[in-house]
């Protein structure tokens, strides 16, 4: 039996503690750990970018991280990017556009764009159809998330 | 999961001693070996994490050439402007290994540890004249490249041994390097085909005066096709020459026939491939262009 680690972090901007085993993935330990279950379970294989959070500033697929590699590491996920009172300006857009269906994408996706538009505000289309290839999308046909993706960069490249 | 322990040293030697207990494998960016032990591929008792060891990490690209540690992850190397100045190659292939995601974690160092045949850096460093530096209980050795693979998923690694470093000399005047692939989807792919080439051409940029050519995915390791590629030399940089190389590329493969393409289509490939490699590292050798990003990258 593996020695149970405490893994110490910043999840959200709020530090998290809790204990896990070396086998256990940042995935789990988000969904099932801390029930923090916005973050979803597609492939496991990092192919489909459901679990994408953003770990020490990168987008990362939490399905191919062990829990204990992020002692002492800043975690983003999708539960802290909607403001208590209203969602995000990629949120907004995400819904404006129908830029989901069945939603189970839709957390990878909304990480993956806000890291995109913080490294290049004003992608190109082919930029950001690069960027996002990590993320698969089984219900839009990805155009309605990409006009999402274009509309949110140019509304806030507009204010 | 298997129930494994996890160590994550901070030195050099400290890891070899780890390895060296038998049952473990080192874990760098965790993109294949993270996946290897989820479906049971691999069950070590032990996983030694190597990203707290400096030399593993250190990027160095001076007049010497270039010192890549074999834990640096993909997008380290593809911000960093003298790969995209000089060692192209690499650029274009870490680039393309998976997508942003895995590019944040995955290393060069795990990519050809994991010695898949279709292993996107291989193709690339093998045109580049890499040299694998290798620690283990019995002191360091280095071994080109092109003897590091054995087999598909196979390697020269003995027990206790780690990669450390990969290094590649430094380019010649007027050198341009390429790495390209077939897949039938836009991204995430595994290459059905990789080529990478990387030509030195006479101070007139007319006349090729070095050229090295690796192969992917048509064969049971990457392969170095040394013929066709000693085949250029003294040739004009053209496209009759980038023709012959093709040709000459193709007998050099030993593709199989799997769901992702046939020893054929392959074969075929492989030449249209290198062509057209060439014809991009010559263009860059002669300075008409350069590696292009994908993705805004840092200024640095």
Redesign the interface.
């Known amino acids: 039996?593996?020695?149970k680690?405490a893994v110490t972090c910043t999840i959200n901007g709020h530090e998290e503690q809790f204990l896990t085993?070396?086998?256990q993935?940042l995935l789990s330990a988000l969904r099932d750990t801390l029930d923090m279950t916005g973050t979803k379970e597609g492939c496991?294989?990092?192919?489909c970018?459901a679990c994408?959070v953003i770990?020490d500033g990168?987008?990362?697929?939490s399905?191919?991280?062990?829990a204990?590699?992020c002692d002492g590491s800043r975690v983003d996920t999708i539960e802290g990017v909607a403001q208590p009172e209203k969602l995000s300006p990629v949120q907004q857009s995400f819904l404006e556009n129908a830029a989901l269906q069945c939603g189970i994408c839709t957390p990878g996706f909304i990480m993956?764009t806000g890291?995109l538009l913080k490294?290049?505000p004003n992608?190109t289309e082919?930029?950001i159809?690069?960027?996002l290839?990590?993320?698969l999308c089984r219900c839009t046909g990805y155009d309605k998330i990409v006009k999402a993706v274009q509309q949110t960069a140019e509304t806030a490249g507009a204010c | 999961?298997?129930?494994?322990?996890?160590e994550?040293p901070r030195t050099l030697a400290e890891a070899v001693t780890l390895l060296t207990t038998g049952d473990s494998r080192p874990?760098a960016?965790?993109?294949d070996l993270?996946?290897h032990?989820?479906t049971g591929r691999f069950r070590p008792a032990l996983?030694v994490?190597l990203?707290k060891i400096p030399e593993l990490g250190q990027l160095i690209a001076d007049a010497q050439g270039l010192r890549l540690g074999a834990a640096v992850p993909c997008?380290k190397l593809q911000a960093c402007s003298t790969i995209r100045d000089q060692y192209a190659a690499i650029a274009d292939a870490v680039s393309i290994i998976?997508?942003?995601?895995?590019q944040?974690?995955a290393t060069v160092g795990g990519n050809l540890c994991t010695s898949g045949p279709a292993a996107d850096s291989a193709s690339a460093l093998l045109a580049l004249g890499a040299q694998c530096v290798i620690a283990g209980p019995k002191g360091s050795r280095t071994v080109p490249l092109e003897q590091f693979f054995t087999g598909p998923g196979k390697n020269v690694l003995q027990a206790g041994e780690l990669l450390v470093e990969i290094t590649c000399p430094a380019p010649a005047p007027k050198s341009g390097s390429n790495y390209r692939r077939f897949i039938p989807r836009?991204?995430?792919d595994i290459a059905v085909v990789g080529v990478g080439v990387s030509v030195t051409l006479d101070a007139a940029g007319q006349t090729i005066t070095a050229a090295r050519i690796g192969l992917g995915a048509v064969g049971p390791t990457p392969i170095l096709a040394t013929d066709a590629a000693q085949a250029l030399i003294g040739k004009p940089a053209n496209d009759a020459s980038y023709k012959a190389a093709g040709e000459a590329a193709r007998t050099q493969t030993s593709p199989i026939d799997d769901m992702r393409g046939t020893v054929e289509f392959r074969r075929h490939v492989t030449g249209v491939l290198v062509e057209r490699s060439l014809r991009e590292a010559v263009a860059r050798a002669r300075g008409e262009t350069h590696f292009h990003a994908?993705?805004?990258l840092p200024c640095n």
């Open positions: 039996m593996s020695r680690r085993e070396p086998r993935t496991s294989n990092g192919n970018g994408t770990l990168l987008p990362v697929v399905c191919l991280v062990l204990v590699e993956q890291a490294d290049n992608p082919d930029e159809r690069f960027y290839a990590g993320n | 999961m298997h129930d494994f322990e996890y994550s874990l960016g965790g993109t993270i996946d032990m989820r996983v994490d990203k997008y998976g997508g942003v995601q895995i944040n974690r836009n991204e995430m994908h993705v805004r």
